[in-house]
């Protein structure tokens, strides 16, 4: 079986959230536990952050993913 | 995404084997998370580790390892702790493999108060085997082997470590990543056998078998059962009961076995021993 090797990149102006797909295994904890429902997941049960404008940047899904597959980062808001 | 994870595992050794869901991850994420905290020198750590699921956390860090046979990973770690005291020696057990094989072992080097720090995966059953019920599983709960409920009486590991005479001991959950983080970071950097419980979730063995379907439901279920100390400490024996509390219980200071040794070799040599 060909492996995936994508790692999803979802961005707004204050987080930047990534997805390691070929690593999640869908167990859906970082969907349940998140405080904000950022997340949602997808058909094969992997986490898309549809809502990621609600994002507070908690980590706790990173923290709680067994697989180190999702991680967050805060976006530095750049001087124009 | 390269996060601090990243420096500290065999990244072609991912994904892991363990089933979705389960928290031995968890757990290998707070143990890293720590590690990285105190910048330790990942060539001067040594993760040992005995046998069952808990027990492959060996295999991921890129740490030196060691993955030995069932139960006997402390008298392993004591022999290269013994060897050279210089190492930091991290021992990563399952509930069955700390308490039922290896449980002479776990009261001893905690007798001994050896410089180890002891982290033992509570997923309260034999995850590998098929599920059968082991010395932490809950009086009442389900297992391949009690199909009619556990009779036994659990151990309370904290209890029994405290008893035994480790210098550090603590309980945490995966429920509850970033205290179990720290109470291994504490755990870590405490010198003597430092003991960090952390109750964890088997969805597949035990969740099926209890009415916990989903890894969530299983989290869910730990984050029921668990109560800070300060608040079990207010709790009567009928409240007490099928919960457990979590957080930092014993941090002491006693003489490590390295050192009492090293005191012997200065000794002996002053009495005309060999050099």
């Given at each position: 079986?060909k492996?995936e090797?994508?790692?999803?990149v979802?961005?707004n ?20 536990f ?20 609600a ?16 991680t ?7 001087d124009? | 995404?390269k996060?601090?994870i ?6 072609e050794?991912f994904?892991?084997m363990?089933c ?17 905290d105190?910048s330790w ?9 005995g046998?069952g ?12 390892t060691?993955n030995?046979?069932?139960?006997r990973?402390?008298p ?8 050279n005291?210089?190492?930091?020696v ?13 449980g ?5 080097a905690?007798r ?5 720090t002891a ?7 034999y ?9 932490l599983?809950p009086t ?42 720290s ?10 056998f ?8 088997c969805?597949?063995?035990y ?7 989903s ?6 279920w ?7 100390k300060?608040v079990?400490?207010?709790f009567s ?13 014993l941090?002491k200071d ?10 012997i070799i ?8 060999n050099?």
């Amino acid at each position: 079986m060909k492996q995936e090797k994508l790692i999803e990149v979802y961005q707004n102006n204050s987080v930047k959230i990534s997805i390691r797909r070929e690593w999640c295994k869908s167990c859906g904890i970082c969907v349940e536990f998140c405080p904000k429902d950022v997340l949602v997941p997808d058909n094969q049960g992997k986490p898309i952050p549809e809502n990621i404008d609600a994002c507070i940047k908690c980590s706790l899904c990173e923290l709680r993913c067994p697989d180190f597959a999702i991680t967050v980062e805060g976006v530095e808001e750049k001087d124009e | 995404m390269k996060t601090v994870i990243n420096n500290y595992i065999r990244e072609e050794m991912f994904p892991n084997m363990w089933c979705p869901g389960c928290g031995n991850g968890i757990v290998l994420g707070a143990i890293i998370r720590a590690i990285d905290d105190l910048s330790w020198d990942k060539d001067k750590i040594v993760a040992v580790s005995g046998i069952g699921c808990s027990s492959r956390i060996t295999g991921y860090v890129d740490f030196c390892t060691m993955n030995t046979t069932h139960g006997r990973a402390l008298p392993f770690a004591t022999g290269i702790k013994m060897a050279n005291p210089d190492l930091k020696v991290i021992v990563v057990m399952g509930d069955g493999d700390c308490s039922a094989i290896g449980g002479n072992h776990f009261i001893h080097a905690a007798r001994r108060n050896i410089d180890l720090t002891a982290i033992i995966i509570n997923n309260m059953i034999y995850g590998m085997t098929g599920g059968q019920y082991s010395p932490l599983t809950p009086t009442g709960k389900y297992g391949s082997t009690a199909p009619y409920g556990n009779i036994d009486q659990s151990f309370d590991l904290v209890e029994l470590a405290i008893a035994a005479g480790a210098s550090y001991v603590a309980r945490g959950t995966v429920y509850n990543p970033r205290q179990s983080t720290s109470l291994i970071k504490n755990a870590l950097d405490k010198k003597g056998f430092s003991v960090v419980e952390i109750i964890s979730d088997c969805p597949v063995s035990y969740g099926k078998m209890n009415k916990m379907k989903s890894p969530a439901d299983m989290l869910k279920w730990i984050k029921d059962i668990t109560v800070s100390k300060k608040v079990w400490e207010g709790f009567s024996p009928d409240e007490k009961k099928g919960k457990y509390a979590i957080g930092e219980f014993l941090s002491k200071d006693r003489p490590d076995y390295t050192e009492l040794y090293e005191e012997i070799i200065k000794k002996a040599q002053e009495r005309g021993g060999n050099k």
